[in-house]
């Protein structure tokens, strides 16, 4: 089954304890994103990546790092997490084949919560 | 640059009512323009897409939506509502040809009344 895997789903840490949330996909996509949810605001892009090594700043990069060394594998890290960062993130990817005209596919989401 | 706003960040309807979700979008060349779905606790899914082709677009659940490029809309639409079409709904553009990065709206909460 073409998916996108996240984890952990929930998650409750405190301030300043390193965290990773993964993301897999297997649909041999090119392209892959992270994004925030927050209420009223809608989706907000962290990072994203259109290949392998190739990683680039979204729109709210601050205090997010990502790698992207296999294609499958897009990893979020939190080095110090603040309680801002509480929200519920979305990892989703696509193929890069079509210039755009391509639906996003997206994992199940995982809510983070800093104390 | 591209953008969207989708108007109203609530709407609520009755079941069985036509269901409207606005979506304006803009974008220096031609569009394309996606709904998703999101339902309670799970990730977003795709319900259609328009990429220059018909400007009706039909998708899963019985939604439909239309491109108008003289008002710049992509209005998404349901003649009759049924109480599990509840979720939120987000409109998103890229521009074709273009760097690919989608631009999503901010979403529309679809409340259905019994």
């Known amino acids: 089954e073409a998916q996108v895997t996240q984890n952990p789903r929930y998650l409750i840490t405190v301030t300043g304890k390193k965290l990773t949330v993964t993301c897999s996909q297997n649909?041999?996509?090119?392209?892959m994103s992270w994004y925030r949810q927050d209420p009223g605001l809608g989706l907000r892009q962290i990072y994203y990546s259109m290949n392998v090594e190739v990683t680039d700043k979204g729109d709210v990069p601050e205090g997010y790092k990502v790698s992207r060394k296999e294609k499958r594998n897009f990893p979020l890290i939190l080095e110090s997490p603040s309680p801002n960062q509480t929200s519920l993130y979305f990892c989703?990817?696509?193929?890069?084949?079509?210039?755009?005209?391509?639906?996003?596919?997206f994992g199940d989401g995982t809510r983070l919560s800093i104390l | 640059a591209q953008s969207v706003t989708q108007l109203g960040s609530h709407v609520s309807v009755s079941e069985g009512a036509l269901v409207l979700l606005r979506c304006n979008y803009s974008?220096?060349?031609?569009?394309?323009l996606f709904w998703y779905v999101q339902y309670p606790n799970q990730g977003l899914q795709l319900l259609l897409k328009?990429?220059?082709?018909?400007?009706l677009v039909k998708g899963i659940n019985g939604f439909e939506a239309e491109f108008k490029k003289s008002e710049t809309s992509f209005h998404l639409t349901k003649p009759s509502a049924h109480m599990s079409d509840a979720a939120e709904y987000f409109c998103a553009v890229s521009e074709a040809g273009g760097s690919y990065i989608p631009t999503f709206g901010r979403g529309t909460s679809l409340i259905v009344h019994p």
């Open positions: 974008s220096s060349v031609p569009p394309y």
């Open positions: 649909m041999n996509h090119e392209y």
């Open positions: 989703a990817s696509t193929t890069l084949g079509g210039g755009g005209n391509q639906p996003q596919h």
């Open positions: 328009y990429t220059s082709a018909a400007t």
